[in-house]
Structures are given as C-alpha cells and as structure tokens.
C-alpha cells in the first residue's frame, strides 16, 4: 500500500473525511490525496516521495513559488523574538501601509487570518454603515463559509452538489441575494426594483472558484454605477485575484475603484493573514472607533505579517506580472492548442497568473455554462496529468495557479505532458 493511502486512512479515523477542507480529499475526483512532505520552488513532493510540478500553490498564495528563501529567512528571524503577542507591532503597520500604497481605493486597512473572515467582516461592516440588511452575491461566487455567504457559492460546495449548506438556518440566509454573473440587464432590474435597500454587494472580479470566469466590462461598470446611485458598498473580493492577477489587483485591470476590498492568499505569503479596507469613512465604523465589532487573538500575527510583507516586496521586481502573466497565458494556450490537435473538447484561457481548464468547447462566461462541463473528461484529464507528474487542483470547478518559479521550460514540459494525456484520452 502506499504510503499516502496509508497515511489517508489514518487521518480519516481522526479527521473527517482524513482532511481539513473538503477538496482536497479528491473527493470529485477519486483516488488517494496525496500527502505533502515538502514543496520547493515550483515542486510539491508526495509522501512516497513523487515529484509534481505544482499549479495549485497552495490555492494561490505561492505566486512566488514553495520556500522562497527571502520569505523563508524573514519568517525565521522573526520567529525567535516570539511567535504571537496580542498587541500591536511595528511590522502591522508597515504591512498595512503597503497595502494601502499598492491599492489606492484601500485608505485604511485591518489584518485578519483567514478570507472567511475577511468577507464576513467585510459585510457585518458594510451592513453597519448602511443601516441595511440586504446583501448580493453571484452564483458559483465563493466568499468563504461564512453562514449569510453559503448561498450558492463555488469551490468544494459546487463539486458536491450542494446549493446551500446542512446547519445554517433559512432566517440566516434569507437576506442573500443572489443574481447571476455577467447578467446585466437582471443587475439593472434589481437595483432598479431594490437598490436603496441594498447594504452591499460582493464580487469575485475575476470569479475562480467555478472555474476562472471573467466579467464583462460592461457587466464591472454597471455594478459600480448602480452601487454607487443607491448608496450600496461595493465589494471587491481579491482574497484569491488580489497581488495574483495584476501588482494592484484585479480592480486596476478593470479600472474600477470599489468601496472596500478583501485580500487574502498573497498577502500573507503562505501564512494565515487576510485583510479587509476600503474608504476611511466605512473603516471608521468598526471597534473600537465604531459600532460594528470584529476582533482576533492571532489578527496580525508577527510571522504572518512578515511573509506577507517580504512577499509584496518581491513581487514588485519590474515586469514580475508581466512575466507571470505571459507564461500563465501560454500555458493555456497550449494546453487549448493541444486539446484541439487531439480531438478533446477542452479549452484554456488565463488571466494574470490565474488560469481555467475547461472541458467545454469554448471558454465559459456564466455559472450555468460552465456547469456544462464533461466531469468524466476532467477526471480522467487530472489523474493522466497526476501520473506524469503534474498536480492540478483536483476539481473541474477550481483556478489554477502559476508562480515566477514556473519557468518557460517548465510549462513547456507540462503542456507537452498534457499533449500526451489529451491524445489517450
Ligand atoms: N474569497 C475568495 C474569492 C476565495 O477564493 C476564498 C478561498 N478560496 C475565500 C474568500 C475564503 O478564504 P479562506 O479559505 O482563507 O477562508
């Protein structure tokens, strides 16, 4: 047996379901997970000691690949003056004022430790500031599991079928409304029908958590005027797009200034550190300047803070995401142009270093289109590319992630890996 069946059945008698969160356990792909020993640059090593070229980073905090050594060494240093202090530190606000000088629209800034409680945060303070209690997503949007936000989101719940979540209660859910991405004209309506009631809205402005989706711009401008005519928050949820698709996020590429924004992933360079900031007259409504209360015992945490800080120094090197970006783009490319040549309806496309693997004929731009997806094909796509070496996120409904440490040669080597899967497939 190997030794990560091994290890997976011995976690799944003390960890439900052997992991601890849903899609990792390879559960809509079947198989045995396999359990992490160690990653390095652009590898992950298995516990039988098989090497991946890995495009999951961690889900995307590793834009600047596994261990860089700068990220490792600042963490190490900090760590022997004391691992977590419940009080203010010098590094917070240096990290802070790096956020807010890299995303202009962020005048103040708070450090939590995960995107759940980022977006949650987020919208108890949109909701306070506003007085309203209604708030919108879109489908296959995934905000965190955050009760109000568990209303059909993306990520493991769209692989497993679920609309919604067992334990949250009806009364808890019933001020989420959900309108679909990329539909303007049912946008125009709603706030045309609702709007002054509307505390916030919140979006994926690149969606990747039903599969990279991108908006239409006319679908980003309407969302900004419509908010902006009836006094809605408009949120942008960057945990997953923010320092990935663009060095002052995706609300730079749309040209786009939202009332607050949620970072997470990148930020903490691979440690627990999220945040939530926007405009300073929204930010003041929170303890213990405001009324609407958020709180951490490890909010801020001085490791985190530092990984997060060494890795928003790095990525500033000139032309870093304009090289990530390129090299994402031609790993879609050619995955596509190789699923052409052997037959397979599949195609690719990317943004920044984000891309999306679909198996549909031409490139999604809705929930409802994406969902039509040959899961099969996938399946047999992830466990192909799994066997040579290459490690995908293990469901048809996820992002995949590029770093700088993916060189030209390595993504030439892993779309001629998925040449040979697509021709057997
Ligand atoms: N928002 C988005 C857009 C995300 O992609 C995620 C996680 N993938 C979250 C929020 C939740 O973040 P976390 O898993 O750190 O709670």
């Known amino acids: ?66 261990a860089h050594p700068e990220v490792v060494a600042a963490v190490q240093e900090v760590a022997v003056g004391g691992l977590s202090f419940g009080a203010p530190t010098e590094g917070e606000i240096d990290l802070a004022e790096e956020i ?18 980022a977006t949650m945060s987020a919208i108890r303070l949109a909701r306070g500031f506003t007085g309203r209690d209604t708030i919108v997503k879109f489908e296959g949007c995934y905000h965190g599991h ?35 991405y990329n539909n303007v004209e049912q946008l125009k309506q709603t706030f045309a029908e609702i709007g002054t009631t509307i505390a916030c809205v919140i979006l994926e402005p690149f969606a990747g958590n039903m ?92 490791l985190a803070v530092t990984a997060g800080l060494t890795t928003l120094r790095l990525i500033q090197r000139p032309d870093f995401h304009l090289e990530l970006s390129k090299r994402t783009e031609r790993l879609a490319q050619g995955i596509s142009e190789a699923a052409r040549r052997a037959g397979v309806p599949m195609c690719a496309d990317s943004v920044g270093g984000m891309f999306g693997l679909y198996m549909t004929e031409k490139v999604p731009s809705s929930f409802a289109e994406v969902s039509k997806a040959d899961i099969s094909a996938f399946k047999r796509f992830f466990h192909g590319m799994l066997e040579k070496g290459v490690y995908l996120a293990p469901s048809a409904f996820e992002a995949g992630f590029v770093s700088d440490a993916h060189s030209e040669s390595l993504i030439e080597e892993t779309i001629a890996l998925a040449a040979e899967v697509l021709k057997a497939l």
């Open 146 to 180: 955050s009760d109000s936000l568990l209303v059909k989101a993306g990520s493991g719940l769209l692989t497993f079928g679920t609309p919604s979540s067992g334990g949250v209660p009806q009364d808890f859910t019933k001020h989420t409304l959900v309108l679909e």
């Open 211 to 302: 599969n990279l989706i991108k908006p239409s711009g006319e679908f980003v401008r309407a969302l900004r005027e419509l908010t902006e005519q009836s006094g809605t928050v408009l949120i942008y949820d960057e945990v997953m797009t923010g320092f990935r698709v663009d060095l002052h996020c995706a609300q730079h590429l749309h040209g786009i200034k939202p009332d607050m924004t949620t970072l997470g992933k990148v930020v903490g360079g691979g440690m627990p550190l999220a945040a939530f900031g926007g405009r300073a007259d929204i930010m003041a409504c929170i303890a213990p300047l405001g009324s609407v209360y958020q709180a951490g015992t490890l909010s801020g945490n001085p």
């Open 100 to 117: 807010c000088r890299l995303v202009p629209s962020i005048e103040q800034v708070r450090l939590v430790s995960s995107g759940t409680e």
């Open 1 to 66: 047996m190997s030794r990560n069946q091994q290890l997976f059945d011995r976690a799944k008698a003390r960890i439900p379901g052997g992991v601890n969160s849903p899609v990792r356990a390879f559960g809509s792909v079947g198989g045995t997970p396999r359990f992490i020993a160690r990653a390095n640059g652009a590898f992950v090593w298995d516990a039988d000691g098989q090497r991946f070229i890995d495009y999951v980073g961690s889900w995307g905090p590793a834009i600047l690949g596994h």
